[in-house]
């Protein structure tokens, strides 16, 4: 197989990515969560490990099968708790990749028992969650810091936004509402954005097959960087 033969890349490097989506709890028995499957997380982890690289994986929920080999799992279910797994290592890590697909926001209270129905209607309310990405792009330090960007509409005005915003090294951006791009799939479509613009633009391709692309395109960058 030809990823087996993957040259050593990322050989001493730490890598953290994140992957699958959050849960957030509504009570006991109750939550609101996504459709991310975990898939491109998982295979730019396997890719990143077959590259030589140290490889950490903080995933949510996920439905991508087993972890991959020779990584090491860190479970954060809930937005909070992959700010906090995150958050902690970060110092210790060379590049993060945040391909998980994290709530925007979170019931503002949980129910301690499991919640009996009232009225006609039930209003949820929401609180925001913390922004990862942000926080990682602000505290990062001399570390590489890869986001992702689900988008249906204006593709790169919004990619460059996030990857600004979130002070990003590079931007990966799906068109979700493309066929054979985004949640659940197997393969993937993207648009490879660094401050200066558009770098790369990847057809449709499977996902571990991206995920070799992408880690080449992370290892040229560091190495042209002197890094
Ligand atoms: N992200 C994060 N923490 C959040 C929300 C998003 O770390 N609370 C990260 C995602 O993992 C991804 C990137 O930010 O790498 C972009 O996520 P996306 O949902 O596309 O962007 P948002 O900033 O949440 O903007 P919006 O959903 O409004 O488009
Ligand atoms: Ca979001």
């Keep these: 197989e030809r990823f087996m033969s993957e040259e050593p890349l990322l050989a001493g490097r730490r890598v ?4 699958g989506g959050t849960i ?5 028995v109750r939550y609101i969560t996504n459709d991310s499957s975990g898939k491109m997380g998982f295979a730019i982890a396997a890719a990143a490990r077959r590259m030589g690289a140290e490889v ?7 439905s991508a099968g087993s972890f991959p080999e020779g990584v090491q799992h860190v ?3 809930s937005a909070q708790e992959m700010y906090d797994a995150v958050l902690r290592r970060l110092a210790d890590t060379d590049i993060v990749i945040m391909a998980a697909a ?8 949980v129910a301690p028992q499991k919640m ?4 006609e209607n039930l209003i949820l309310e929401l609180e925001r969650t913390p922004d990862i990405l942000q926080t990682v792009g602000q505290r990062k330090g001399k570390t590489f810091v890869v986001g992702f960007a689900a988008e249906t509409e204006h593709l790169e005005e919004y990619a460059m936004d ?6 990003c090294d590079l931007l990966v951006a ?9 949640f659940g799939t197997d393969t993937n479509i993207a648009q490879i954005y660094n401050k200066d613009g558009l770098l790369e633009n990847l057809p449709m391709m499977t996902k571990p097959e991206m995920a070799c692309r992408l880690l080449r395109i992370i290892a040229s960058t560091l190495e042209a960087a002197g890094d």
């Design 16 to 19: 953290l990515i994140t992957a």
């Design 24 to 28: 957030e709890r509504l009570d006991p």
């Design 56 to 62: 950490v994986l903080v995933a949510g929920n996920t």
């Design 75 to 77: 479970q954060a279910l």
């Design 102 to 109: 994290v709530s925007d926001y979170r019931p503002k209270s």
């Design 116 to 119: 009996k129905k009232t009225g």
């Design 162 to 167: 996030k990857l600004q915003r979130k002070n």
């Design 174 to 182: 799906n068109d979700v509402s493309q066929e054979g791009a985004g």
